[in-house]
């Protein structure tokens, strides 16, 4: 049996994993680190600078590199034959590293419940046959370091919150009856292209980690200079991870 611990560790800091999760890392016989192929990506880096920093037990640690999901039009198409591949490179590194069986360990940016598709991929390898249980550490979501950081509660006082992607606003604008919108994977500025009034907007990119941005105020004047410090931020480190927050205000709310 493959004893698969999906681990969550934040957005980056290594201060942010829970004393659970640097557990689950030492108890394991293997650890998988996913290379993504961008040579000015340091993705990998945090991931091994978390190992450096956390692991006091013998633990392998073995690299792979990703399968790269294919840019076409028909998205939910191209994310299941990713998700396809990643589990058959999976598979093939298990079969290589862990032929016998063992604890196995994975590395989740944020926590694998939210907007992370780690546990349906994992699930296909329970479907191919194999044996296969699933345990999963939470940790802390670019949510939570995004209202920490910004230092403002997630809701308003007794209302929900709905919580999308850019791709969605983008394609069916702001949700319907909602006060509170939280926006997850946008790689282009789906705010930008609402009707900007009566709208706020708290950003941050980088979360928790040394190059953290933070941006706040009325959507018309926070739009173009997050545009603009996103594109920046992207182009110096190669890769950016953010998240934002927007609400529509109303007089005597809190």
């Known amino acids: 049996m493959i004893d698969l611990a999906l681990i969550g560790i934040g957005t980056g800091n290594p201060d942010h994993l829970t004393a659970q999760a640097v557990q689950a890392m030492n108890q394991a016989d293997l650890i998988l680190l996913p290379r993504k192929g961008d040579a000015k990506s340091d993705l990998i880096d945090l991931r091994r600078a978390i190992c450096a920093q956390r692991l006091t037990a013998p633990v392998r640690v073995v690299e792979f590199d990703l399968p790269v999901r294919d840019a076409t039009d028909d998205y939910l198409g191209s994310v299941h034959d990713w998700h396809a591949a990643i589990a058959a490179t999976w598979q093939a590194q298990i079969t290589a590293h862990l032929p016998n069986g063992g604890?196995?360990?994975?590395?989740?940016?944020?926590?694998?419940?939210?907007?992370?598709?780690?546990?349906?991929?994992?699930?296909?390898l329970i479907q191919a046959g194999m044996d296969v249980a699933v345990r999963v550490i939470p940790g802390i979501t670019s949510i939570q370091a995004l209202t920490a950081a910004h230092a403002i509660p997630l809701n308003r006082l007794g209302e929900p919150v709905t919580i999308t992607t850019g791709r969605m606003l983008r394609a069916r604008g702001w949700p319907r009856d909602a006060r509170t919108v939280v926006v997850m994977l946008d790689g282009n500025c789906a705010f930008a292209t609402l009707p900007p009034d009566g709208i706020a907007i708290w950003w941050g990119a980088y979360l928790g980690?040394?190059?953290?941005?933070?941006?706040?105020?009325?959507?018309?004047?926070?739009?173009?200079?997050?545009?603009?410090a996103r594109a920046a931020l992207r182009a110096r480190h190669g890769w950016i991870m953010d998240v934002y927050l927007m609400r529509k205000e109303q007089a005597g709310a809190s």
């Not at 604890?103 to 296909?124: C, N, Q, V």
């Not at 190059?211 to 959507?219: D, K, N, Q």
């Open 209 to 228: 980690m040394p190059h953290e941005a933070l941006i706040h105020g009325p959507l018309a004047d926070a739009a173009p200079r997050i545009a603009t």
């Open 103 to 124: 604890r196995l360990a994975l590395l989740i940016w944020g926590d694998p419940s939210l907007y992370d598709s780690t546990l349906r991929i994992a699930d296909r």
